[in-house]
Nanobody, 127 residues
Framework: QVQLVESGGGLVQAGGSLRLSCAAS????????MAWFRRAPGKEREFVAG??????????ADSVKGRFTISRDNAKNTVYLYLQMNSLNSEDTAVYYC??????????????????WGQGTQVTVSS
């Protein structure tokens, strides 16, 4: 059974930090590229950050570059994906999703190319 389960969302003041986690199991996610997307109210889902299968390559949206850091831990049966978010502002308010792509490298920022998705976790930044 494939599962991607996000956690760590919540309410934070502007300028604060949060760390999101995603536990992925049920496939050999240790060989998959993974990513974080988000959907803000009234907007389409957008790419936030991606990471290659071994963590050696990362890609960030311009809007989060320098503030967010993506990382992963390829444990034996479960892959843990993280998103450290610093200097949060109101425009970061969104539901955040983790996703996995069968490719080993981050080859795309297009959501349609990702094969597995979590259910999302809400991040709300108050000003």
């Amino acid at each position: 059974q494939v599962q991607l389960v996000e956690s760590g969302g919540g309410l934070v003041q502007a300028g604060g930090s949060l760390r999101l986690s995603c536990a992925a199991s049920g496939r050999t996610f240790s060989t998959y590229a993974m990513a974080w997307f988000r959907r803000a109210p009234g907007k389409e889902r957008e790419f936030v950050a991606g990471i290659s299968w071994n963590g050696g390559s990362t890609l960030y949206a311009d809007s989060v570059k320098g503030r967010f850091t993506i990382s992963r831990d390829n444990a034996k049966n479960t892959v843990y994906l993280y998103l450290q978010m610093n200097s949060l502002n109101s425009e970061d308010t969104a539901v955040y999703y983790c996703a996995a792509d069968r490719s080993t490298m981050v080859r795309t920022t297009a959501e349609r190319e990702y094969d597995y998705w979590g259910q999302g976790t809400q991040v709300t930044v108050s000003s």
